[in-house]
């Protein structure tokens, strides 16, 4: 069995990620055979709960307030609302249901109070729940826990070096911060990144340095392929190659062997084959419906096809860990605490992202 390392270094992750391609295939294929069934893929479903108007400036993300992307923003969405989507996605599938939220932090009252009840709802319909809400407080990490929260996802996006040409409005440590919050519950961790930003292959090793020396690894790792989308800072970035993703996905295997690699965003400008070696190299989730929270995805129908004729299965919830408890609110252990964290704010500009920004004031003054 392949010994699971916590003290990776980026020139080791380096070396895996520019094998010779046959020679990495078959290494990560066969680490992956170890720790999983090759023929199963976890189906999740992506559910935006609160959609457009964040006050972030992440250069990749068409949510960003402050960006002119024609995203259509909603308030939040309510219990009976969520639960209606999570039956038709388990109708269709699905054995896990992530929610994200549009929001720089979470802030104790009615609305996490809302998507505590929406946690309850999921997981009593024998669902695997994940949340993305951005950085959180361990008490409310315990809340979420509480609830019955399967999973929370916060990634890293990238290395701690290029985080700073992506976004200027939180800092590296808060990403970290709220993953080790989570890591005082028994809730798990889902943390990955994207790649086409504009790094260098040092920087997708130093995102898998910052993942894979964390102690236990991740239980989920996405990895995602950047959408460019008009009106962003990131707008003008090329389409990542396919054999990238292969190679993300083979050397997060090698290297978190244990974790479930997810196959994420930017699957809809990857062909049936593409995503067939990606499968072989390791992935063993994929994100279905129609929208990854604002972004185009494959529709699940198309999916299912795709698994038929992979000879896939689809992963039943609670495989990896059993299925929480759900608290009821009333006889909650853990009470909000009106908390009000200092994040950082590390203050530096990105030109490109102040760039968007400006034509984004011009465009609604127009």
């Known amino acids: 069995m392949t010994e699971i390392r916590h003290n990776w270094t980026k020139e080791e992750i380096l070396e895996i990620y520019n094998k010779p391609l046959m020679e990495l295939l078959y290494e990560a294929a066969t680490v992956h055979r170890e720790h999983h069934d090759p023929n199963m893929v976890q189906v999740s479903t992506l559910l935006s709960i609160k959609t457009g108007g964040c006050p972030e400036d992440c250069g990749y993300c068409p949510q960003a307030a402050r960006y002119h992307t024609d995203i259509e923003g909603n308030d939040l969405m309510t219990v009976p609302h969520v639960k209606a989507q999570a039956l038709r ?41 994940c949340c993305t809400l951005g950085m959180i407080t361990e008490n409310q990490a315990q809340r979420l826990a509480e609830a019955g929260l399967y999973a929370y996802n916060h990634n890293l996006d990238t290395s701690e ?61 996405p990895i995602n392929a950047l959408v460019a989308v008009e009106g962003t800072p990131m707008e003008e970035e090329k389409p990542v ?23 994420s965003a930017g699957r809809t400008q990857m062909s049936r084959e593409g995503q067939a070696m990606c499968f072989f190299a390791g992935a063993n989730s994929i994100f279905a419906g129609d929208k990854l929270l604002t972004t185009p995805n494959p529709d699940v129908n198309e999916d299912m096809e795709m698994f038929k004729m992979l000879g896939l299965n689809p992963q039943k919830p609670f495989v990896k860990k059993a299925q929480p408890d759900s608290v009821d609110a009333e006889k909650s252990k853990f009470k909000p605490l009106g908390e009000k964290p200092k994040w950082s704010r590390p203050g530096h500009t990105i030109e490109k992202n102040e760039s968007a920004k400006e034509l984004a004031k011009k465009a609604k003054t127009v």
């Open 89 to 129: 996605a388990k109708a269709s599938g699905s054995s896990r249901v992530c929610m994200g939220a549009a929001w720089r932090n979470v802030k104790d009252g009615p609305e996490f109070d809302q998507v505590l009840e929406m946690v309850r709802t999921i997981n009593k319909l024998e669902m695997e729940v």
């Open 161 to 221: 070096e290029y985080y700073k040409e992506v976004i200027s409005t939180r800092g590296y440590e808060d990403r970290l911060q709220t993953i080790d919050n989570v890591r005082k519950t028994n809730v798990t961790v889902c943390s990955g990144g994207i790649i086409g930003m504009g790094e260098k292959l040092e920087d997708r090793a130093g995102m898998l340095v910052a993942l894979s020396t964390l102690s236990p690894q991740p239980e989920s790792v």
């Open 241 to 263: 190659e396919i054999w990238d993703m292969i190679r993300m996905v083979a050397t997060t295997r090698i290297i978190m062997p244990q974790t479930q690699v997810r196959l």
